[in-house]
């Protein structure tokens, strides 16, 4: 069954963001050697997992994600299948949560409850997901195992304080264990009811937010057993299938009369896999990894990631510089000294999120509310695009507003 909708799993490091979504689809998505080794997302993980009913069970203990109703062992019915995006919540790690959250339809924001709320990057995410326009979020309370009834409810009161004026101010709160899988099915029944399936327009050429590359060849393989590279992603709008030829834009970088050009990469689907079915046909919603024919070494290491692929002739423009509207927040989330927002000045360099991109920009005019940036790296993106502003504060770049990109 393929995925009809993606849901980000967003919070603070070490909430139990992973640890949730691992209770949910069996799949511990830190797999990356370093994320293992530090025990910390680094790079967006996805897993999807098919939500199911026991039809003689009660709701909610009748949701379930097992093929066998654990309590009175009965077939359980599938409902659907969603795809869920794991968001590191490390503060060094912020441009990769942002790049997560453009392919994000609603969102879950873990909180645990043995610390106080709100955690810094609590706050940060929450905003973020308000500037991407994500209205959908659920309230996970992990951890309820550590704590005792009586912190348990001063933490819930703490939560509530936390959201008010925010986008999750009426969102829903569970409280939950994941570590030891209670309230699973609580969690299940309020995503079956807050987060439905988006719908996307099918009949519209193919457009693919990229926000993973990455070459699937060992070492040492033969030349004629070579893969092409892989994208992964979601689909926005149209449908993919096998042999479809593709276009990638901005592309790759090239020389042109000792100028860098960004010329835009062809190629066409050898495969489609959704999780670990293939596809014949893919379409909107759910996250995919998509076969290519192109170079393994043009996709190693997420460089593509931030691009966007689709029919080709069909995608939005590509901007090198470009005016955006701005809205900046009154103070600076994501540390525990949170600053007054200054007004965004001439020549200050900002940390740009557009789409699955992120990009270094110059402001090269800053007036009012309007602001023109040169950037780093181009980006291809819509007219009316949204877009997260981040400022280098110290060491770390902190969120600091919103724009809409105009012209």
Excluded at 257 to 278: C, D, Q, Y
Excluded at 336 to 341: I, K, M, P, Q, R
Aim: proline letters at 5%; charged letters at 20%.
């Amino acid at each position: 069954m393929e995925a009809c909708v993606n849901i980000g799993m967003v919070g603070h490091v070490d909430h139990g963001k992973t640890t949730l979504v691992s209770a949910l689809s069996g799949i511990w998505t830190d797999q990356h050697s370093e994320e293992v080794k530090r025990g910390i997302s680094i790079r967006l993980g996805y897993a999807n997992v098919t939500f199911r009913r026991c039809p003689q069970c009660p709701e909610p203990e009748a949701y379930t994600v097992s093929e066998v109703c654990g309590t009175c062992g009965a077939t359980a019915e599938p409902l659907r299948t969603v795809s869920f995006v794991d968001a590191p919540g490390h503060e060094t790690l912020m441009a990769t949560m942002l790049s997560g959250a453009a392919i994000m339809d609603g969102a879950i924001l873990v909180i645990a409850a043995n610390e106080p709320c709100p955690q810094p990057q609590t706050k940060e995410h929450l905003m973020a997901l308000d500037i991407i326009g994500i209205k959908k979020v659920i309230i996970v309370q992990n951890k309820i195992d550590l704590v005792s009834h009586d912190d348990l409810l001063v933490n819930y009161e703490q939560i509530k304080e936390f959201v008010k004026g925010t986008v999750a101010e009426h969102a829903p709160i569970v409280p939950i264990s994941a570590q030891q899988a209670v309230n699973i099915d609580l969690l299940i029944d309020l995503i079956e009811k807050e987060i439905p399936c988006t719908a996307h327009d099918a009949t519209k050429p193919a457009q693919m937010f990229i926000a993973r590359s990455f070459d699937v060849n060992k070492p040492g393989t033969d030349i004629a057993k070579l893969l092409g590279g892989v994208i992964g992603g979601t689909l926005n709008q149209g449908e993919l299938k096998l042999k479809d030829e593709i276009e990638i834009r901005p592309g790759r970088s090239v020389e042109v009369g000792g100028k860098n050009e960004w010329v835009p990469i062809t190629t066409s689907v050898s495969s489609i896999v959704s999780e670990k079915e293939r596809l014949k046909v893919a379409t909107p919603g759910g996250l995919l990894g998509v076969g290519t024919k192109l170079d393994p070494a043009l996709v190693k290491s997420d460089s593509l990631v931030g691009q966007i692929a689709g029919t080709p002739g069909s995608l939005p423009p590509v901007w090198k510089s470009f005016t955006m509207e701005v809205k900046l927040l009154d103070r600076v989330v994501g540390s525990s000294d949170e600053l007054n927002v200054d007004s965004i000045h001439t020549s200050e360099p900002l940390m740009l999120s557009v789409g699955t991109a992120t990009t270094v920009g110059i402001a090269t005019s800053a007036r009012n509310s309007a602001v023109e940036v040169a950037l780093k790296r181009p980006v291809c993106a819509e007219i009316g695009s949204r877009i997260a502003i981040s400022r280098r504060i110290g060491s770390r770049w902190r969120l600091i507003g919103a724009g809409t990109l105009v012209k």
